[in-house]
């Protein structure tokens, strides 16, 4: 193993309290599914172990040809190194320090910046991380610790630190954060209100404004039908949940959409007023976990509106669920969050189809 390397790391309060535990999802998501590539450290740790037990361990990879490299095999559509009791056999056996690197770091996303100085937050794709940020009953809030990692070359390097100290980066990733959490506004208003404000920033930085006024409403139902059905297209997305919303979308239809009005009114009464802080939270989390406002290329303006489609999917998939009213609101929201957050980080297109779709305006 690489000798263990020092960060100062900012993060969410609820990062410290987060670990492992399969026996809450069964390893459903990281253990299922997609391939978990190795890197080089542990492929050779895993070559490095002699008799029977080295064996078995290197009967559980296989290489990838589209990858060229070597993962984990799957069985039955999920890594043959997870147990029944929803646990890692390898970590079981040898402590975390034998996984591989996404196997080690995941849920957590953890972004480098110059001086060893490193953010990390975790995806709501994990249940267990979805709990902790979503069921939190305190705001999010950011905190700075020393921590020791020898997985350092995982970190997604953040980006050019003249270009960060340009953009303001740091000072625009705090105020998102502070207008997010302004609950003297609507939970629309605070986004309204932030599009403003990273519109009039576009003026002072190197490209300019794109944008003029007012550049985003929310969206009727009908509107976020059709954006939907675009997006889920473009990713290839054939899974039996999304074919499930698919269904309900076309029942919504022939029975006739609501109209904005009514979907912003239902919202605010069944989820925005008394589970606020659960949406706050998420947006929060993923507004710090990607860099916003530098999350994609393009004007701060259009970090925001990029930021804001994806909450118009989920919105638009809680109306989905509330319109008979049967529907577990706590449930929902965070199964909802879990399959927009899944699609957004594990569909390789996924971003550029969102990116494209704005570009093209489909909504």
Same mark, same amino acid.
């Given at each position: 193993?690489?000798?263990?390397?020092?960060?100062?790391?900012?993060?969410?309060?609820?990062?410290?309290?987060?670990?492992?535990?399969? !026996?809450?999802?069964?390893? !459903?998501?990281?253990?299922?599914?997609?391939?978990?590539?190795?890197?080089?450290?542990?492929?050779?740790?895993?070559?490095?172990?002699?008799?029977?037990?080295?064996?078995?361990?290197?009967?559980?990879?296989?290489?990838?040809?589209?990858?060229? %490299?070597?993962?984990?095999?799957?069985?039955?559509?999920?890594?043959?190194?997870?147990?029944?009791?929803?646990?890692?056999?390898?970590?079981?056996?040898?402590?975390?320090?034998?996984?591989?690197?996404?196997?080690?770091?995941?849920?957590?996303?953890?972004?480098?910046?110059?001086?060893?100085?490193?953010?990390?937050?975790?995806?709501?794709?994990?249940?267990?991380?979805?709990?902790?940020?979503?069921?939190?009953?305190?705001?999010? !809030?950011?905190?700075?610790? @020393?921590?020791?990692?020898?997985?350092?070359?995982?970190? @997604?390097?953040?980006?050019?630190?003249?270009?960060?100290?340009?953009?303001?980066?740091?000072?625009?990733?705090?105020?998102?954060?502070?207008?997010?959490?302004?609950?003297?506004?609507?939970?629309?208003?605070?986004?309204?209100?932030?599009?403003?404000?990273?519109?009039?920033?576009?003026?002072?930085?190197?490209?300019?404004?794109?944008?003029?006024?007012?550049?985003?409403? !929310?969206?009727?139902?009908?509107?976020?039908?059709?954006?939907?059905?675009?997006?889920?297209?473009?990713?290839?997305?054939?899974?039996?949940?999304?074919?499930?919303?698919?269904? %309900?979308?076309?029942?919504?239809?022939?029975?006739?959409?609501?109209?904005?009005?009514?979907? @912003?009114?239902?919202?605010?009464?069944?989820?925005?007023?008394?589970?606020?802080?659960?949406?706050?939270?998420?947006?929060?989390?993923?507004?710090?976990?990607?860099?916003?406002?530098?999350?994609?290329?393009?004007?701060?303006?259009?970090?925001?509106?990029?930021?804001?489609? @994806?909450?118009?999917?989920?919105?638009?998939?809680?109306?989905?669920?509330?319109?008979?009213?049967?529907?577990?609101?706590?449930?929902?929201?965070?199964?909802?969050?879990?399959?927009?957050?899944?699609?957004?980080?594990?569909?390789?297109?996924?971003?550029?189809?969102?990116?494209?779709?704005?570009?093209?305006?489909?909504?």
């Amino acid at each position: 193993m690489m000798n263990a390397a020092e960060y100062t790391c900012i993060e969410p309060a609820y990062v410290e309290k987060f670990f492992c535990d399969g !026996s809450k999802c069964g390893g !459903s998501i990281c253990c299922y599914g997609w391939q978990q590539l190795l890197d080089d450290a542990a492929l050779a740790r895993y070559r490095s172990v002699k008799g029977t037990e080295g064996e078995r361990i290197r009967a559980g990879l296989v290489y990838l040809e589209e990858a060229d %490299g070597y993962g984990l095999r799957h069985e039955d559509d999920h890594c043959v190194f997870l147990r029944d009791d929803g646990l890692c056999g390898l970590q079981k056996k040898y402590g975390a320090e034998m996984l591989t690197d996404v196997c080690a770091e995941y849920p957590r996303k953890t972004r480098l910046f110059p001086n060893n100085i490193v953010e990390r937050a975790l995806c709501v794709t994990c249940p267990v991380a979805a709990d902790l940020i979503l069921q939190n009953e305190e705001p999010v !809030s950011l905190i700075q610790r @020393q921590i020791k990692s020898t997985r350092g070359n995982y970190f @997604q390097p953040a980006g050019n630190t003249e270009v960060l100290e340009q953009l303001r980066f740091f000072d625009w990733q705090a105020r998102g954060i502070e207008i997010l959490q302004s609950r003297n506004l609507s939970l629309p208003q605070r986004l309204h209100k932030l599009l403003m404000e990273l519109a009039a920033a576009d003026a002072s930085l190197p490209w300019g404004q794109d944008t003029d006024g007012v550049i985003w409403e !929310s969206w009727a139902p009908a509107q976020q039908a059709r954006f939907f059905r675009f997006f889920v297209a473009g990713i290839e997305d054939n899974t039996e949940e999304t074919a499930a919303y698919l269904a %309900g979308i076309a029942a919504w239809e022939q029975a006739g959409f609501m109209t904005a009005a009514e979907a @912003q009114k239902l919202l605010a009464e069944k989820v925005w007023q008394p589970y606020g802080l659960m949406l706050e939270n998420y947006l929060v989390n993923e507004w710090f976990k990607e860099l916003y406002p530098c999350a994609v290329l393009g004007t701060f303006a259009y970090n925001g509106l990029y930021f804001v489609v @994806q909450w118009e999917l989920w919105q638009f998939l809680l109306v989905l669920a509330l319109r008979d009213g049967q529907a577990d609101i706590r449930r929902t929201i965070k199964e909802t969050a879990c399959w927009l957050a899944s699609r957004l980080n594990h569909y390789t297109e996924a971003r550029n189809v969102l990116m494209e779709l704005l570009r093209s305006n489909k909504g």
